[in-house]
């Protein structure tokens, strides 16, 4: 089996139900103005960032999911804040390579109000 890398995303309803649609196997196409797809590294960072989907929809979620280690090697983590405000940026046109990257299921391990 293939080593991984343990990402985490701050997801609002919307994107959730795009991803529940796909199974939990995919993430949604970017929106024409959204030319980054970016996982973030830790848990702690993507739970703060959900605080704004809270404050703008009422809930938010944090995922997981696990990537192949040999794709997520092409994207340098960008540190874009605090020591642990680390993430990944992926071009709007490679997110369905980092799909077929996925290994396993999304996950939802965190749900806030």
Known sequence: ?????????????????????????????RL??????????????????TQWNITDFGVGYVTRFFVKKTFMDKYPIKCVGGREHTEWWI??????????NIVGKIEVIGEYR
């Open 1 to 29: 089996m293939s080593e991984t890398i343990e990402c985490f995303r701050p997801t609002a309803q919307k994107e959730l139900d795009l991803v529940i649609a796909s199974g939990y196997l995919k993430w949604p196409p």
């Open 32 to 49: 024409p103005d959204q030319d980054i797809f970016y996982p973030v590294t830790n848990e702690a960072y993507a739970k703060a960032l």
């Open 91 to 100: 071009p709007a046109g490679d997110l369905e390579k980092l799909n077929q």
